[in-house]
């Protein structure tokens, strides 16, 4: 007698589409490439600075069927006051953001916020820098402005 033939697990069913995963990429721009040294208006710009923001809008435009959103943030060290230190990291990504919009990226897609110094990339200053020039130098990786693009994985 033949055995029967072996029957095929039935296949499981299909999960439910999911959402796609965002991708984030961000760049990172020092605000002395970008700025004036304290500066945060559209006139303090440096060339090169206005250049590297103009270079990676078009970058943006040329993504941005998968461009869900762009948030800038303003970046500064912990000198000074922190009320100014917020208040020039605002105009620094408001001022980054007008350039994006200049550049053709849709409004509804750019965001700006300030970030003060609450998100330091090096925190030991004081100990290492005697001299306000040193601080200046130890600090420089605190000041900049961060573009973050969300994508959709696609």
Do not use: W
């Amino acid at each position: 007698m033949a055995a029967a033939p072996a029957q095929a697990d039935p296949e499981p069913p299909a999960a439910p589409a999911a959402e796609p995963t965002p991708l984030k990429r961000r760049h990172n721009f020092s605000a002395e490439l970008l700025f004036r040294f304290g500066g945060y208006r559209v006139e303090d710009l440096t060339s090169q600075g206005h250049a590297e923001i103009v270079k990676l809008a078009r970058v943006i435009k040329e993504q941005s069927r998968q461009v869900q959103s762009v948030l800038v943030q303003g970046h500064t060290d912990p000198m000074g006051p922190a009320a100014s230190n917020l208040r020039i990291s605002r105009e620094r990504a408001e001022t980054v953001r007008k350039i994006l919009l200049n550049s053709g990226l849709p409004a509804r897609k750019v965001q700006a916020e300030g970030r003060g110094s609450s998100d330091l990339l090096v925190t030991d200053c004081k100990p290492k820098a005697t001299s306000r020039q040193d601080r200046l130098a130890c600090n420089a990786p605190n000041r900049r402005v961060e573009i973050l693009v969300i994508n959709t994985k696609n």
